[in-house]
């Protein structure tokens, strides 16, 4: 949809309900979470939703998670298991995505489960997104605010970037605390499996669930990490242990190769938390550098480690335009 004109507001209250009111209205209204930030839509409007697909770019097989205020919300829409509502308890408000069997005759649109017969569902802890989900009196579709194959963004900056014209409203809520996504919990046979590592570690959601299994070989659990994701424009050498030229680093760390004069420190301390915080924003930025090369320093595995290195590894491979 070529709205023309964004209107990228400071986030208050008087912005929030008109944004609330686009939304009702069946327009794009991109807003902040906690993760990263969402294009959203009248989940329940099925034109409205289609408009998130082709602002985005993004590929109809690829379904979006749908934002609600909590569970009893959450329960008008889909069924929960008793692991998932253990799950949800747990973790919502927060940076956990069930996706969970549609009720049937649900009210949300079709195009949100992609002709699935399953919806993601989260309950953002930000205060724009629970105040934006009350003003428009219904639940949010929405997928990371980027054009399709793009780094999500973190500021109201990256959404312009990427996707003014396309929306009517950037409510602008500054940086996201968290900045990766959601973490991402499907069942199989009513077990937990991971469908895609997120700002609320493994580790985390392990204490409450135990042992978190891999989808299995061949379903398409989670139809977006087929395609090629976050992908900036320079290529990516991932474990560097020193620097050649021509290459900008991204490290991780103090102990810092020298021979770069274009550095970016995910995290000095070797926090990865922090590291996380950053990483998007850094990517853009080393990308908007021009640089053919970014060289990005190996990232321990475990905590939000994991997540951290999937979207580097997806950043690194090759390129594949989704169909
Ligand atoms: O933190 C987040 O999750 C952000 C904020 C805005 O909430 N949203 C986000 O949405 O990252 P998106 O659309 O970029 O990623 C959603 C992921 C995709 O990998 C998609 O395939 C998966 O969730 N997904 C959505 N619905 C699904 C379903 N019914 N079954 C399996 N996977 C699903
Ligand atoms: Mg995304």
């Given at each position: 949809m070529q709205t023309n004109v964004t209107n990228v507001l400071k986030a208050n209250p008087a912005a929030i309900a008109a944004a609330g009111a686009a939304i009702r209205a069946g327009r794009l209204v991109a807003f902040p979470t906690e993760t990263v930030y969402g294009l959203g839509?009248?989940?329940?409007?099925g034109t409205a939703v289609a408009a998130i697909f082709a602002a985005k770019g993004r590929p109809r097989f690829n379904p979006l998670i749908v934002h609600v205020k909590d569970v009893a919300q959450a329960t008008e829409y889909a069924l929960f298991s008793q692991q998932a509502e253990k799950l949800a308890r747990a973790f919502?408000?927060?940076a956990l995505t069930l996706v969970l069997p549609r009720r049937?005759?649900?009210?949300?649109?079709?195009l949100v489960s992609a002709g699935l017969d399953t919806v993601a569902l989260r309950a953002p802890t930000h205060p724009v997104a629970i105040r934006l989900i009350a003003e428009a009196g219904v639940p949010l579709a929405a997928p990371?605010?980027?054009?399709?194959?793009r780094v999500s963004p973190t500021s109201a900056r990256h959404v312009a970037e990427d996707l003014d014209g396309e929306v009517d409203f950037i409510l602008d809520?500054?940086?996201?605390?968290?900045?990766l996504e959601s973490t991402v919990i499907g069942f199989e046979d009513d077990k937990p499996v991971l469908l895609r590592p997120g700002a609320l570690s493994r580790e985390a959601v392990e204490r409450v669930a135990g042992p978190l299994g891999t989808p299995r070989?061949?379903?398409?659990?989670?139809?977006?990490?087929?395609a090629t994701h976050y992908a900036p424009r320079a290529n990516l050498r991932l474990n560097a242990t020193s620097v050649v030229p021509g290459e900008s680093l991204l490290a991780f760390g103090e102990d810092v190769p020298a021979g770069t004069h274009r550095t970016l420190n995910l995290s000095p301390r070797g926090n990865l938390a922090e590291a996380a915080a950053n990483l998007f924003a850094m990517l853009r930025e080393l990308d908007a550098t021009g640089a053919q090369a970014i060289a990005v320093m190996p990232i321990p595995a475990d905590g939000l480690g994991e997540a951290i290195n999937d979207r580097l590894m997806r950043a690194a491979a090759p390129r594949e335009v989704p169909p």
């Open positions: 839509a009248d989940a329940t409007n919502w408000s927060g049937p005759n649900c009210r949300l649109s079709q990371s605010a980027n054009l399709s194959g809520g500054g940086t996201t605390p968290l900045g070989q061949g379903v398409v659990n989670s139809p977006g990490r087929l």
